[in-house]
């Protein structure tokens, strides 16, 4: 069956820039929630000395959860191969941190869609990066998750592999074993796509999800796809409850549930507020229960 985390994506701000928050709070305050697990993200400041490691993990199980996703952003598509090395060597560090934490999954990306760099020489260089990680994380017994990513909170361009094309060609181009696909709905609407016609694509691949919605502010998604080499994050667009925007979470889990997912779901939300965090985490627990089988429910745990 599958089991549900939280990111702190309301606090990123708080936790990785200005220290308004500490991991233990975020921690202490995820754990009154209906959950099984945190997503970690490799920015977190009191993650970035590893003898925090073993406390942030202890920290979690006391509430009763795991960290069983870390949340990581290489950036494998840099025409300098002194700098893509530099990348992987960052990544085998997140890839140790997430193994120490107890987690089983590590997040990698194609890197951004710079000007310069071919389609072609993007997807070989994100490909070889995370080939070679591979090797690596295989050793520490974590899998790497891709995801259909749209764009790093703290990077300049968007994702290379943003559009469905593009991703699709680069899993496909990667056949190391312990490798798969983090899908992400709420970013194929961000690339201006059809989340239902990726997952078709790539659901033999998926082993994690994040989980998410999006509601249009202005416009339409013609316009959006308009602006998609614009540099930031897009406005049209905005964070909103699970299952009170556009992602049709019926016809997700179905699929899913299809071709046999029994892993993780990670709620990426909550920017609006803490109460919105447990409005998704209600409305996925009944969704789960609907497509899983109605004894699966809540997490068994206390928060």
């Known amino acids: 069956m599958p089991k549900l985390a939280a990111f702190p994506k309301a606090y990123m701000d708080d936790l990785c820039v200005h220290g308004t928050m500490t991991l233990r709070q975020w921690i202490d305050l995820a754990a009154t929630l209906d959950i099984d697990g945190l997503e970690f993200y490799t920015g977190l400041l009191d993650l970035q000395d590893r003898r925090n490691w073993a406390d942030a993990r202890k920290a979690t199980e006391d509430h009763g959860m795991v960290i069983p996703m870390m949340c990581a952003s290489p950036d494998f598509t840099h025409p300098d191969p002194k700098f893509r090395a530099e990348q992987i060597d960052k990544q085998k560090f997140w890839i140790e941190m997430t193994a120490a934490l107890g987690g089983a999954y590590c997040r990698v990306l194609s890197g951004q869609r710079r000007p310069e760099v071919s389609r072609a020489d993007g997807i070989e260089f994100a490909a070889q990066s995370i080939e070679a990680c591979a090797p690596f994380a295989a050793q520490l017994g974590v899998t790497l998750i891709?995801?259909?990513?749209?764009?790093?909170?703290?990077?300049?361009?968007?994702?290379?592999?943003?559009?469905m094309d593009v991703f699709s060609d680069l899993v496909e181009r990667i056949k190391v074993p312990n490798f798969g696909v983090n899908y992400d709905p709420s970013n194929t609407i961000l690339a201006g796509e059809d989340p239902l016609e990726l997952l078709e694509k790539v659901k033999h691949r998926v082993v994690t999800m994040h989980a998410s919605d999006r509601t249009l502010i202005s416009g339409t998604i013609e316009d959006l796809r308009k602006e998609e080499d614009s540099i930031g994050y897009a406005k049209r667009l905005k964070h909103g409850e699970i299952g009170q925007g556009m992602n049709d979470y019926d016809a997700i889990f179905s699929t899913l549930k299809s071709v046999g997912f029994d892993s993780w779901i990670s709620i990426e939300d909550g920017v609006d507020g803490f109460d919105q965090l447990k409005g998704s985490v209600a409305f996925l627990r009944r969704k789960m229960a609907q497509h899983w089988g109605a004894a699966y429910g809540t997490s068994g745990r206390r928060g």
């Open 146 to 163: 891709i995801e259909n990513h749209y764009k790093d909170n703290y990077w300049t361009y968007p994702e290379f592999a943003q559009k």
